[in-house]
Each structure stands twice: as C-alpha cells, then as structure tokens.
C-alpha cells in the first residue's frame, strides 16, 4: 500500500462521535509503548504529537488516509499509564471501551506492545477483549531496534507464547529506523480489501461519511 496523502480530521470526547468513519483502522496499547511514532511513520508526516509523558492521548484522534479509496487511523488513548492517576485512567479505558463496542466499522486492531517487555496483564485483557467482540487484531511490537536480531527473534517468540499466537502473527517495527513499515501496510492492504469485500455483500456496513 501506498500513502498518498493523510491529515488529521477530528479529536472526539464522545467514543461514538468517531463511529461514522469507514473503514477504521484502530491503534491501541498501553501508554507509552509508541503508538503516535509508529502512526507518524506508517502516515509519513509528524501529525500525531510524541510525548516521554505516559497518558499524552486522552482523547480518539481520527486521522484520514489517501483522498481516494479513503480509510481512517483512530489513535485511541494508551492504558495504565499512572497508578496514581487511576480515575483518569478509568475514565480513558471506559471510552476505549465505549468505542470499541458497537463499532461495525473497524476493519483492523492494531495492538502496539513494547518489545523490550513482557506483555502485561493489561496488554493480555485487551486481546482477550478482542476476541470475545470478534474483532480482527495485529500485534504489532515495537522499537525492534533496540534489540539484536538474535534477541528480537526471541522477544517475538516469548510474547507471541504469553498471547497465545504464532511467532509470525507478531510485525516488529521500529519508527526511528523506519522498519515494519511496509510489511504492516501491505497487511493493512490486504485487511482493507476483505472488509471492502464484505461491505459489498452486506457483512459490514457502508461508509455513511458525506
């Protein structure tokens, strides 16, 4: 896949605001973990603002894709990211929450997971939650440059076993040495083509987007 073009289109408070953009393609993972870098790199422009402060993203940030055959990156707010900020913390996993449920324009998760740690409890309720909505995921690990070769083909088999999925279900990525960035859009290609597919026949909405 080729990105042509992309631009950010709206901040919503309301998870249900961001509903009507079809397709979605949505970013999540714990704070910190590096999910407005790798949205910079897959979109080639610095759209999303990085932060070292865990917790920047509190609102759903929508961001469009190519001007033909459009679709849309939601950047959702990271997770757990204080213990001494638990309401706040609440309050953003409660939106996620709101979001996620009844959205039958999602056509791929993106679940970003740091490669130098072991996926927590909170990394493994959110693929546990995936499955139980029957949404369609991708962990996607990331900052695979901070490890050997050796070390990251054993992080990738140590995660992917604490998940329980495949060593190749798992893209590594890196934002700063731009790695994983074409493996990842061309499996977003694909994703996009079979949620255009079913679309088509009735299995998921149209987009109703003026």
């Known amino acids: 896949m080729k990105v042509r073009s992309a631009n950010f289109v709206t901040s919503c408070a309301d998870p249900k605001a961001a509903d009507s953009y079809s397709p979605q393609i949505a970013v999540a993972g714990r704070s910190n973990c590096g999910k407005s870098s790798l949205l910079n790199m897959l979109m080639g422009a610095r759209l999303c603002k990085t932060s070292q402060t865990p917790g920047r993203t509190r609102l759903i940030n929508v961001f469009r894709v190519n001007a033909d055959a459009p679709f849309y990156f939601i950047d959702l707010p990271g997770y757990g990211f204080n213990a001494a900020?638990?309401?706040?913390?609440?309050?953003l996993n409660a939106r996620t929450d709101a979001y996620f449920r009844g959205n039958d324009n999602i056509a791929q998760v993106l679940c970003l997971m740091d490669v130098r740690r072991d996926p927590s409890d909170l990394d493994k309720v959110l693929i546990n939650y995936l499955r139980d909505l029957c949404l369609p995921f991708t962990v996607v690990i990331?900052?695979?440059d901070?490890?050997?070769?050796?070390q990251l083909g054993n992080a990738k088999l140590r995660i992917?076993?604490?998940?329980?999925l495949a060593r190749d279900d798992l893209i590594a990525t890196s934002s700063s040495k731009n790695i994983g960035r074409d493996a990842l859009l061309d499996k977003l290609q694909n994703v996009l083509e079979v949620f255009g597919s079913d679309a088509e026949n009735g299995d998921a909405p149209?987009?109703?987007?003026?």
Do not use: F, I, M, Y
Not at 160 to 164: C, E, K, Y
Not at 206 to 210: F, S
């Open 85 to 91: 900020q638990r309401v706040t913390s609440d309050e």
């Open 142 to 144: 990331t900052k695979a």
């Open 146 to 150: 901070k490890l050997s070769k050796a």
């Open 160 to 164: 992917a076993a604490a998940l329980g």
């Open 206 to 210: 149209n987009d109703d987007e003026q």
